[in-house]
């Protein structure tokens, strides 16, 4: 799936190759960033000699981060999920392999938390007023919800990728891949990295992050874990990384309080409800973003409690901060203790 096309050199004389070695680059540290799907991205890389430069790389960011806009963005009418939710066909739709393919890691997903994470939500994170439904003052009723409740269920969504389809069971279903596009994009942009000869590298798009190799300095990837507060921005813990991916999920930015009680952002797909537990924030070690990312929301949703009990049946490297009387716990995995063992710095 490489963006940038192979490059054939003709054969070439001794004196020729002299040349071209005397005017080969140094390997550059790259440092690149813009916007997309509503968020920013940013990519820190470093580039061989051989390789393509600060532009082209920049082009191939680009192309991809449209690639991944034009099939999942709900903010745009003319993506391809926003056309199969605008359709109330029961028939199979035709989708683009990358839409295929995170509606499957979201079914799986979706299966394994038990319905913790569920991407049919759609109409309800819009009754409650977050994503692009309009901000509310109070919460909805119980009528409303059970309404909307109604129409959400993966059961009601079938996936295909040979061909890539996707098929609704209710003609109201309509999809929100808020939760995990981010991270299938920061997956195609590693892989279109390394196919274009990049082998170090950190992308991160909307708080999602996954690296490859070192850094610069010929270390590893250091990446900062935030403190769950909502009144500033802080470092809990440095993580040091290589070919790892990163997603934390948290309700700290996200809320609204009405008559004295907080609504989050973060929303039970089996209520209908935001949660009301008292885990502030989990972060993942997972080698893929889209699965990083998805696993994430799916235990902000479980809780400190049976969120932790399925990440370590899993074997999965969480880090869990819950919220208690005398500030904050941390509780990480025993497979997160082994996976940033000695390799933790302070903030």
């Known amino acids: 799936m490489n963006l940038l096309p192979r490059l054939r050199w003709p054969a070439l004389g001794t004196a020729a190759l002299v040349l071209l070695a005397a005017c080969a680059r140094p390997p550059a540290d790259i440092v690149l960033s813009g916007p997309t799907m509503g ?3 940013h990519l820190r890389a470093i580039a061989p000699a051989a390789g393509p430069d600060a532009a082209a790389i ?9 690639e991944v806009d034009l099939a999942m963005s709900t903010y745009r009418p003319d993506s391809a999920i926003s056309r199969f939710n605008a359709s109330d066909s029961v028939e199979w739709f035709d989708v683009p392999q990358a839409l295929a393919d995170t509606v499957v890691e979201s079914l799986r997903i979706g299966a394994l938390s038990g319905g913790a994470f569920d991407i049919t939500i759609s109409p309800l994170v819009s009754l409650w007023g977050f994503g692009t439904g309009t901000p509310r003052q109070q919460p909805p009723s119980d009528e409303e919800i059970a309404a909307a409740l109604a129409i959400t269920g993966q059961g009601k969504l079938a996936a295909s990728e040979r061909p890539p389809a996707l098929r609704k069971a ?6 929100d891949l808020d939760a995990i596009a981010p991270g299938y994009a920061v997956d195609l942009v590693a892989e279109r990295l390394q196919a274009s000869g990049i082998d170090n590298y950190m992308i991160e798009i909307g708080g999602e992050v996954r690296v490859h190799g070192r850094n610069a300095q ?3 990837w250091r990446i900062g874990v935030e403190r769950p507060d909502e009144e500033g921005r802080s470092v809990a813990r440095v993580l040091h990384l290589e070919d790892m ?3 934390t999920s948290g309700d700290y930015r996200d809320f609204f309080e009405a008559d004295g009680q907080r609504y989050s952002h973060t929303l039970d797909p089996r209520s209908g409800r935001p949660v009301t537990h008292a885990l502030a924030s989990v972060t993942i070690l ?6 990083a990312d998805g696993v994430a ?3 902000s949703v479980l809780g400190p409690d049976e969120g932790y009990d399925l990440a ?6 969480a880090l869990f901060i819950q919220r208690t009387d005398v500030g904050f716990r941390q509780r990480e995995t025993s497979a997160f203790t082994t996976a940033t063992k000695a390799r933790e710095s302070t903030p």
Request: overall charge negative; charged content about 25%; glycine content about 6%.
């Open 39 to 41: 968020t920013t991205w």
């Open 58 to 66: 920049a082009e191939l960011l680009r192309r991809t981060l449209e």
């Open 170 to 175: 209710e003609p109201a279903l309509r999809l």
């Open 218 to 220: 010929g270390e590893a």
């Open 245 to 247: 991916a990163v997603s």
């Open 286 to 291: 997972r080698p893929t973003a889209v699965e």
């Open 297 to 299: 929301t799916a235990l």
């Open 312 to 317: 370590e049946s899993q074997g999965w490297a």
